[in-house]
């Protein structure tokens, strides 16, 4: 199917990029595009995986709409999350079934690329076992969701680069009470180029796609 492929789709809402990325997953499945690594940004919106309680979302909706926050409901896994301008949202639509791959391993990939590229900004980040994402001692930096069907992989990571976290008050993150959220930005030690981040995570990621053997 050739090389893996990176689109950056700029700021686009989250209910039009995820049919984009259905789309793009359909494609994948009938064998019609390579894997793709699509790196976005959306406007402020907080998102509830398939399985996530309403009760995650603890802001009424009146207060949603005060803040220009929109309530989605998706299809990935995970519990709620928060996105907005100054965050990179990567969404690896990968055929991974014919990379002889499991989905455990490849969430580890996934957080393995955020943590490597943190690395490269000095920004000292880890794993905690049972827990997606990715955190540093001042509190999560990175989230993580993906679903997976007829052996693709769709959804992805979402990296607080120069996030506004308010609307991470707007709701119970990950299913976490007092989930302490960090940046990037307040991380680091010198200004950091969100494009330039963007850039090298999605290398990051390609990396790991295709140091797999395909079956």
Same mark, same amino acid.
């Given at each position: 199917?050739?090389?893996?492929?990176?689109?950056?789709?700029?700021?686009?809402?989250?209910?039009?990029?995820?049919?984009?990325?259905?789309?793009?997953?359909?494609?994948?499945?009938?064998?019609?595009?390579?894997?793709?690594?699509?790196?976005?940004?959306?406007?402020?919106?907080?998102?509830?995986?398939?399985?996530?309680?309403?009760?995650?979302?603890?802001?009424?909706?009146?207060?949603?709409?005060?803040?220009?926050?929109?309530?989605?409901?998706?299809?990935?896994?995970?519990?709620?999350?928060?996105?907005?301008?100054?965050?990179?949202?990567?969404?690896?639509?990968?055929?991974?079934?014919?990379?002889?791959?499991?989905?455990?391993?490849?969430?580890?990939?996934?957080?393995? $690329? @955020?943590?490597?590229? &943190?690395?490269?900004?000095?920004? !000292?980040?880890?794993?905690?076992? %049972?827990? *997606? /994402?990715?955190?540093?001692?001042?509190?999560?930096?990175?989230?993580?969701?993906?679903?997976?069907?007829?052996?693709?992989?769709?959804?992805?990571? $979402? @990296?607080?680069?120069? &996030?506004?976290?308010?609307?991470? !008050?707007?709701?119970?993150?990950? %299913?976490? *009470? /007092?989930?302490?959220?960090?940046?990037?930005?307040?991380?680091?030690?010198?200004?950091?180029?969100?494009?330039?981040?963007?850039?090298?995570?999605?290398?990051?990621?390609?990396?790991?796609?295709?140091?797999?053997?395909?079956?």
């Amino acid at each position: 199917m050739g090389r893996t492929v990176i689109e950056h789709w700029g700021r686009v809402d989250y209910a039009r990029a995820l049919e984009r990325q259905l789309t793009l997953w359909q494609a994948r499945v009938d064998g019609r595009v390579a894997d793709t690594v699509v790196e976005v940004a959306h406007p402020p919106t907080v998102t509830l995986g398939r399985n996530a309680p309403q009760s995650d979302v603890i802001a009424p909706a009146e207060e949603l709409a005060r803040r220009g926050v929109t309530l989605v409901r998706s299809d990935r896994g995970g519990r709620a999350t928060a996105h907005g301008p100054g965050q990179i949202v990567v969404y690896p639509i990968v055929a991974i079934s014919e990379r002889a791959v499991g989905v455990r391993s490849w969430v580890c990939d996934l957080e393995q $690329a @955020l943590v490597e590229v &943190l690395a490269d900004l000095s920004i !000292d980040a880890h794993q905690i076992e %049972g827990k *997606p /994402g990715i955190w540093t001692d001042q509190g999560k930096i990175a989230s993580l969701g993906l679903r997976v069907a007829r052996g693709v992989s769709y959804h992805g990571i $979402a @990296l607080n680069v120069g &996030l506004d976290t308010g609307p991470f !008050d707007c709701i119970v993150a990950c %299913g976490v *009470p /007092g989930e302490r959220i960090t940046s990037v930005t307040q991380e680091a030690r010198e200004p950091v180029s969100r494009d330039d981040i963007a850039t090298a995570l999605c290398e990051a990621i390609v990396t790991k796609i295709e140091a797999y053997d395909p079956t």
